[in-house]
């Protein structure tokens, strides 16, 4: 529910040009589930039936293919099949097994809070702020205002695979992938099945329901699913920090969606999707509450005729509220009661048919990120209001990119350019009394610019066993109206926003190998270096004070190791990242020089052994580590090393249904995910489920 706020408020808004977020969250509910009914009414099999189209039309639901050179770079595809056997069911248990991946703590998506669930690769972290773009079916998934992922909104079941790359982005919204991309792709009904659905309940009481129906409709698909996952949650923390205000990490969270995909004519498909979530948690304290939500609206043309074409459009409308507790009178100090945000953007890509030498991608692409904070600090003594608080703004990118690709024999050569006009307007700050009376008012003066940035790499196919590869790459980001506009606090800590941050640029290189010596069984390696100038970091001030800023540089060198077999029944998926990450600081932060970057371990590594020994029958263990790594910028405390075992069994008990047994943490490690000056919060403790899934095909 929104908050009410003095009157006067307002008037900086329309200033600003803010005043669609004082829209209710249930009239922009209304507003993207009617533009993404539409669009499903669009998708119907009837418009595709008129065209006459032939039997032979194949819709996929997916994007336009690889380009030949997309090997040039470090990529680690997952596959459904290993996506599947994640013990805890979420994407970002998915996601660890390839290691470098990170979000800015340790905790999953029941136990933290979503602020912090930005993510990075190659140890390019140090905030919460995603460094790597995360995309889904070709549609950004970062929240418009603070840059973090909705985990809890995906649900790793309905997709087909995802694919890291890791390094520098570019092409299609390329501006904000300085550390990489991950790209999931969706699964159709030839995946999903007609029907499927699960129910699991572990050993604390805790469930997840799930399911979907994905019919086949004429020559086109329809998938609609939901999930809901909650429970009273494991304790965050430890038995000797405990008092009477301390709690488990309680969640309820929610999703649901549609998506449709139809022929247009033989060779353009329609692909439609709406979603929305809610997702509600509770860490360390009572009333120590926060919630996210979103409704999200997309619609997607792809054309595979001699002039290949992806065009896009999305709408994004987010909301967060979060409640600090004090670590010290266990009562509430500061409630940000909303945080309502929207994000527009999309692309279009043109391959035009230039012969099967060269894949030439000509594309632009778009997004404007609009956003404002609402919070009131609290008096513990009265529990009364003692100031309101709003600050926000929007920031804009227009991209324009070209990359081709040119095959010479067993040499494949790939080069492209990208230019960016971004802009940074509307910031604003601004205090009132309880009274309505003005305490601060602040407008800052806008900025605007171009970047241009490149990538480009080799492929050389030395026999058919073995391939190597070599890269180069830079990239910009722009900080997210968290970094620029936001303060936050993790008691006692308080972060200071900076609205005068600059850009991120990245520069980067590496080169590398893959092997195949046998059927079923492929081997890579890869060495890289990476450096993000300008990076944005948490500056320790004082004892209690943080404060958003850009270090001279961060710069990541480091090896990467992939191994994927898959012989008869047996299967191995394991991936290593060793990472040795410096900052590099002048000036205010001149202390931070030669140090790492918060929360970034040197060395991870994943595995997964996996087993069908009959049909329907899957078994799978995976194992992995997280080497220490510090909790603040400055290296005093320590969240040390962590090695976790996971299994997954599934066994058919009847024609369409099947037995599941899930357990996580099996040794039950002590996993540390914050330690600030002995204050600890643990992750998850063994935890065991066990439940039916049902499909019919």
Request: charged share 20%; aromatic share 8%; proline share 5%.
């Amino acid at each position: 529910m929104r908050r009410a706020v003095p009157l006067g408020t307002p008037k900086l808004a329309k200033r600003t040009g803010l005043l669609p977020f004082a829209m209710p969250p249930s009239r922009r509910l209304a507003a993207v589930s009617g533009a993404a009914l539409c669009s499903l009414a669009i998708a119907s099999p009837a418009h595709a039936g008129e065209t006459g189209s032939a039997p032979a039309i194949i819709v996929t639901g997916y994007g336009l293919s690889d380009t030949p050179a997309s090997p040039a770079y470090d990529v680690q595809t997952i596959e459904r099949g290993q996506i599947a056997v994640a013990a805890s069911g979420r994407i970002e248990d998915v996601l660890s097994s390839a290691a470098g991946f990170q979000q800015f703590r340790r905790s999953d998506s029941r136990s933290s809070n979503p602020s912090a669930q930005g993510v990075t690769l190659r140890a390019l972290g140090g905030n919460a702020t995603s460094r790597a773009s995360m995309i889904l079916d070709g549609v950004p998934l970062a929240d418009p205002f603070f840059g973090y992922i909705p985990f809890s909104a995906i649900d790793p079941s309905q997709l087909s695979s995802v694919r890291v790359t890791r390094g520098g982005g570019s092409g299609a919204f390329g501006s904000g992938a300085v550390a990489g991309v991950i790209d999931m792709a969706s699964a159709g009904p030839d995946q999903l099945g007609l029907l499927s659905a699960e129910a699991l309940a572990d050993d604390r009481g805790e469930t997840q329901l799930s399911g979907l129906l994905a019919p086949q409709l004429g020559q086109g698909f329809a998938v609609i699913s939901g999930q809901w996952n909650r429970g009273r949650g494991f304790w965050t923390t430890p038995v000797d920090q405990r008092v009477p205000a301390s709690v488990r990490a309680r969640y309820d969270q929610w999703s649901l969606g549609a998506r449709a995909v139809a022929p247009l004519t033989g060779t353009i498909e329609l692909q439609a999707r709406v979603s929305g979530f809610s997702d509600h948690r509770t860490l360390r304290f009572a009333g120590a509450d926060s919630s996210s939500s979103g409704q999200d609206a997309s619609l997607r043309l792809v054309g595979r005729g001699a002039w290949k074409f992806d065009a896009l459009a999305y709408i994004q409308a987010r909301n967060f509220s979060n409640v600090v507790i004090s670590s010290s009178s266990f009562k509430k100090t500061l409630d940000q009661s909303a945080t309502p945000s929207t994000g527009i953007g999309g692309k279009f890509e043109l391959r035009p048919p230039l012969g099967q030498a060269h894949v030439l991608r000509l594309g632009t692409d778009y997004r404007r990120s609009d956003g404002e904070l609402q919070e009131q600090p609290v008096s513990f003594k009265t529990g009364l209001a003692t100031a309101y608080r709003r600050a926000g703004g929007t920031n804009t990118d227009l991209g324009f990119y070209l990359e081709d690709d040119w095959t010479l024999g067993p040499l494949v050569l790939t080069g492209g350019l990208r230019t960016d006009r971004w802009t940074i307007r509307g910031g604003h700050y601004q205090e009132l009394s309880p009274a309505g009376t003005v305490n601060t008012a602040s407008v800052h003066a806008g900025r605007a610019g171009w970047d241009t940035t490149f990538r480009g790499g080799a492929v050389f196919a030395v026999s058919p066993m073995l391939r190597l590869r070599a890269a180069a790459y830079s990239g910009i980001r722009l900080p997210t109206l968290n970094e620029l506009y936001r303060p936050f606090v993790v008691f006692p800590v308080t972060t200071q926003a900076n609205a005068d941050l600059s850009n991120e640029r990245l520069l980067g290189f590496e080169g590398g190998f893959d092997l195949t010596p046998a059927e079923g069984v492929s081997l890579s390696a890869t060495v890289f270096d990476d450096r993000v100038k300008h990076a944005i970091a948490n500056v320790t001030i004082n004892a209690t004070t943080r404060q958003r800023q850009n270090v001279d540089a961060i710069e990541a060198r480091g090896l990467e190791l992939g191994a994927h077999v898959r012989r008869g029944p047996f299967g191995f998926d394991g991936s290593l990242a060793w990472t040795d990450a410096r900052v590099e600081a002048s000036g205010a932060a001149a202390k931070l020089d030669g140090l790492r970057p918060a929360q970034t371990p040197r060395f991870a590594a994943s595995a997964t052994l996996s087993l069908h020994p009959l049909e329907g029958w899957t078994i799978a263990a995976t194992l992995r580590h997280t080497g220490a790594q510090f909790e603040d910028d400055l290296q005093t405390d320590v969240l040390p090393a962590a090695t976790t075992l996971d299994a997954y069994f599934e066994i058919p008990v009847a024609r369409s249904a099947s037995l599941v047994l899930r357990g996580e943490n099996l040794t039950d490690e002590r996993v540390i995910t914050r330690n600030q000056a002995g204050s600890i919060d643990l992750g998850t403790p063994r935890t065991l489920w066990a439940g039916i899934k049902i499909g019919v095909r």
